[in-house]
């Protein structure tokens, strides 16, 4: 069994919280036009970029703040990889690879690189001809092309909002949370990533999707568990960093007796992301008046539905039941909104006029209702002096961001399709200490980055698409 993940220096680490704070001053007004225009519903188009790449700054905004960071070994001697970004969304598992003398040893963002010149274990399989090479392939709408120079290697592409990375599938060991046997995990070694703005110089992401190449996929039972505990108020508050973790198979299971429990949906339009049947929002106990089928999923076409992110931090509900919700916030606060807004975060109040802030509660299928603290759904802002609603409209779908899932422990069954939740407070536990970092001098052959990358198709993992 894989040892539970724990992530003792994650998220909402100071430099994090400065993001978020960042973030929704600058870039949540982008928010709602991208969501807007982008109609496409075609993921595998990229939005249109303007002049000067404004659009592509937009949307750098919102990929680099929902980073929920952990740490792990891989190769032989195990090599400690950190700064790695954890993604429901996302169906692969990749790190940044160095190579000797010409490669860096760190990510503009502070996470480490993996060298495979010095494991023992790395294994170039799957090859470029291989069943497994194949499949990955397929699973995301690639064609693999193998030529005599090239079919030992199988090249992966993945391209995101704000960059993309390349670099060679492969197999190694990988340890999880200081502890436990290593497990044999397929993942893509990076070799060419575009900018280092690429989620916020991440060094790699741990994809938790249900694509067949996640780790959940690969650690075959299906199940894990995250609970993101909040930050306090003080930006230099650590609490969120010590509390926060991530379980795997048998430990991902709820930790009270009386959890909650709703079905997880799915579309083949969008087969990799996990959906909830959202069926009413609740302000101070009472029923927002939103009709029948407002948040339902076309399993079919994948249009509406409710999506779970981790990696977007605010929440978007469709239209019509934004509209509801922030009609029943206004009446209910009943004083004066403030006239300056926090970016795209037009429902504001100052500190010193918001004295209550209603109670809100999501009502999932089956009626479990899940109750929201204040932090889920109103972001406070010591330097401006404001409180916002940092919950926004989207014409189409509907999406549960970060924020409003922190504090909750949230169990996936995804062989079940069902999830679990439910509030929790943790103790804090020591981390292990890290392994010494391998030296990166010497070679086995495993320096790619010299060697032409064959590829064809990119695959765009871009939620806003969905949801627009």
């Not at 090479?133 to 290697?153: A, I, K, M, P, V």
């Not at 509209?323 to 300056?340: D, M």
């Not at 509907?398 to 103790?427: A, C, P, W």
């Amino acid at each position: 069994m894989v040892a539970s993940i724990k992530l003792p220096r994650i998220t909402l680490s100071p430099r994090i919280k400065k993001k978020r704070r960042d973030f929704l001053k600058d870039h949540a007004s982008d928010i709602p036009d991208l969501v807007s225009s982008l109609t496409s519903g075609d993921e595998e188009e990229p939005p249109t970029t303007s002049s000067g790449g404004g659009r592509s700054q937009q949307l750098a905004g919102i990929t680099d703040v929902g980073s929920y960071l952990l740490s792990f070994d891989v190769g032989t001697p195990p090599q400690r990889v950190s700064g790695v970004l954890l993604d429901i969304n996302s169906d692969l598992v990749w790190t940044q690879c160095g190579c000797p003398h010409h490669c860096k040893s760190t990510t503009s963002g502070g996470g480490t690189l993996f060298y495979p010149n010095k494991s023992s274990t790395i294994s170039k399989e799957p090859s470029c001809k291989s069943s497994v090479c194949q499949s990955f392939s397929l699973s995301r709408n690639q064609t693999t092309s193998c030529s005599s120079s090239n079919d030992e290697l199988c090249f992966f592409s993945d391209r995101y909002i704000v960059g993309n990375t390349t670099g060679v599938l492969a197999t190694d060991k990988f340890r999880f949370g200081g502890g436990g046997d290593p497990v044999d995990v397929v993942f893509g070694c990076g070799i060419l990533v575009s900018t280092d703005d690429l989620f916020g110089g991440v060094s790699g992401v741990i994809g938790l999707g249900r694509g067949p190449f996640s780790l959940v996929s690969q650690l075959g039972d299906g199940r894990f568990s995250y609970y993101f505990a909040p930050d306090g108020d003080d930006e230099d508050d650590d609490t969120s960093s010590t509390h926060s973790f991530v379980h795997f198979s048998g430990d991902a299971k709820p930790k009270t007796t009386l959890p909650l429990s709703t079905p997880l949906l799915e579309t083949n339009a969008h087969p990799k992301f996990y959906y909830v049947g959202l069926t009413s929002i609740r302000v101070d106990g009472e029923d927002l008046p939103i009709p029948t089928g407002t948040f339902d999923l076309d399993e079919n076409d994948g249009s509406g539905g409710v999506i779970l992110s981790i990696t977007i931090p605010v929440t978007f509900l469709v239209k019509s039941a934004y509209t509801l919700l922030r009609e029943a916030l206004v009446s209910k606060i009943g004083v004066p909104r403030s006239k300056k807004a926090l970016g795209g975060l037009d429902l504001c109040y100052t500190n010193e006029s918001l004295v209550k802030i209603p109670a809100v509660a999501l009502v999932f299928d089956g009626g479990m209702v899940m109750e929201l603290d204040k932090g889920n759904y109103f972001y406070s802002d010591a330097e401006s002096g404001l409180e916002c609603l940092t919950i926004l409209p989207s014409s189409k779908a509907s999406l549960l961001g970060g924020l409003i899932q922190e504090g909750t422990h949230m169990v996936y069954d995804v062989r079940g399709n069902k999830l679990q939740f439910e509030s929790l407070k943790f103790d804090d536990e020591p981390a292990p200490a890290p392994p010494q970092p391998a030296d990166s001098s010497s070679s086995n052959g495993w320096c790619w980055s010299s060697q032409p990358l064959v590829y064809s198709n990119f695959v765009w993992v871009v939620l806003v698409y969905v949801i627009c």
